[in-house]
């Protein structure tokens, strides 16, 4: 396993597993804002045999408007006056990889950072009176670009997953759990940004591949988080599977499952005197 500690601009996007769900409805403020840092242990992509941690500063930011809200589940508003029913704004990341550092990709181009930003439709399916626990169908679509000096267009990303949060997990005030799970999917270019080995890059150990669209694998996230009155602390646990992906027999696969974590704390540095009413 290589070891690097790193700083980017990528963390509020790679925090996205650190949030749990919703809270009965009580009065806070209507903006809170913050900093925090986290340590994260991801594998250089998806299918890789070799891991970093990362240690990464992230803003802590907290939007509670009657229409538009900004927090860690994303940026969304609501259909139709129906709160079973949200239209959210996704974001997801992956981070660079010098493939001089990577076994398998040595010699090949070196992988730029990507962002996926895209709309997700929301279901809520069940939920108690209370709204302690709900489970969602969450359908997220995002097109993903690679960031290396201008955008380039990299295919798209579909998720669709369940996600169920408990408030006060186990009768613990304040500790939120959220539990997510579903399959990927990737278009081809997508897919042949990560996994494709040209014929020109081809190595007695590393034949040709063309990486097609589809099944991509699947992802079981758990996260745990509190709010503290001048900080939140946050930790998540992913387990990623990739038997039977469209891509599963690149030479640029080493591994079929593998773990993900990270752990965060956030001071809350202010807040608005502003008051309203929210689930969170």
């Known amino acids: 396993m290589s070891l690097h500690l790193r700083l980017i601009p990528l963390a509020a996007l790679l925090l996205a597993g650190l949030h749990s769900g919703h809270a ?27 891991s970093s941690l990362y240690a990464i500063p992230f803003p802590y930011l907290i939007y509670r408007g009657e229409f538009l809200k900004a927090d860690r589940q994303g940026i969304r508003g609501t259909l139709f006056g129906n709160d079973r029913i949200e239209l959210n704004l996704s974001l997801g990341a992956s981070l660079p990889v010098n493939s001089d550092d990577n076994r398998a990709r040595q010699g090949m181009p070196d992988l730029q950072p990507t962002v996926e930003f895209g709309p997700s439709l929301n279901l809520n399916l069940w939920r108690t009176p209370d709204r302690r626990t709900r489970l969602d169908l969450r359908l997220p679509i995002r097109p993903a670009v690679a ?133 969170e």
């Open 24 to 50: 009965c409805a009580t009065e806070k403020p209507l903006w809170e804002l913050g900093v925090g840092i986290s340590a994260l242990f991801f594998p250089d992509y998806r299918g890789s045999d070799q």
């Open 147 to 279: 960031v290396e000096g201008e955008m380039n267009e990299v295919g798209w990303v579909f998720s669709p997953r369940l996600n169920l949060d408990i408030v006060d997990v186990a009768g613990l005030p304040g500790w939120n759990l959220g539990l997510l799970a579903g399959p990927i999917y990737g278009s081809e270019r997508n897919h042949d940004y990560f996994y494709s080995v040209a014929p020109q890059y081809a190595t007695a150990d590393r034949p040709a591949f063309d990486a097609k669209g589809g099944y991509a694998g699947s992802q079981f996230l758990m996260s745990l988080s509190k709010r503290y009155p001048k900080y939140w602390l946050g930790a998540f646990v992913r387990q990623d599977t990739l038997k039977g992906a469209v891509f599963a027999d690149s030479p640029l696969v080493k591994s079929e499952n593998y773990f993900t974590a990270g752990v965060g704390i956030a001071w809350i540095l202010g807040e608005s005197s502003t008051r309203v009413e929210a689930a």
